[in-house]
């Protein structure tokens, strides 16, 4: 039953959105009373959570697949990067209304997205110490370094700035192509 909630519920954000979706309109599509409903999630905060989960989770598994190739430690730097940005952008533009949930999820700052974070810097981390162990990379602390690249990567990263970007036609692309190139140069990636 828990599944089927979520899927009613996800079903209605996608077409009336975050901030529309009532707990009534779940109850009601799925024909029960909102008291059942509850006894199944705690809020409406509680289901939301875990459908914004789904996405965050939709960016880790990208990020792990990449992290776990054969492919040199700033190859999988760049192209995590570019695959994180280009989700996160067709979310805005294929799927708007969950975009504004992420964005109101971040914007409330709940945990799930300080833990989807945290985990995205754990990648990061990982690949700049393969790359150090490697000779691919040049840094003294990866954990920090780790930090600094999903700072550097913040503007293609947050839907908030994602969605500024595309509205004032920035070619998010390519500027996110010159701030790898930063990025893999403050690691002192050797040629």
């Not at 077409?15 to 409406?44: C, E, Q, W």
């Not at 947050?158 to 893999?184: K, M, N, Y």
Request: hydrophobic share 45%; glycine share 6%.
């Amino acid at each position: 039953m828990r599944a089927r909630i979520l899927e009613v519920a996800e079903e209605h954000v996608r077409r009336i959105g975050y901030h529309k979706t009532s707990m009534a309109d779940i109850a009601s599509d799925l024909g029960m009373s909102r008291a059942n409903v509850y006894r199944f999630f705690p809020s409406r905060d509680a289901i939301n959570g875990f459908i914004c989960k789904q996405i965050l989770n939709e960016v880790a598994d990208i990020a792990f697949a990449i992290a776990g190739t054969k492919a040199t430690a700033p190859e999988k730097l760049s192209r995590l990067l570019i695959a994180v940005h280009r989700h996160g952008k067709a979310i805005l533009i294929e799927e708007k209304h969950m975009h504004d949930m992420i964005v109101a999820v971040m914007q409330e700052n709940w945990p799930i997205v300080k833990g989807h974070i945290e985990w995205m810097v754990t990648i990061f981390e990982a690949i700049i110490r393969e790359g150090i162990e490697a000779g691919e990379l040049e840094v003294g602390d990866p954990a920090e370094a780790a930090r600094a690249v999903k700072t550097a990567f913040m503007p293609f990263f947050h839907p908030l700035l994602i969605e500024h970007c595309v509205q004032h036609g920035e070619d998010t692309e390519a500027s996110l192509r010159e701030q790898i190139r930063f990025i893999l140069k403050a690691l002192g990636k050797s040629d």
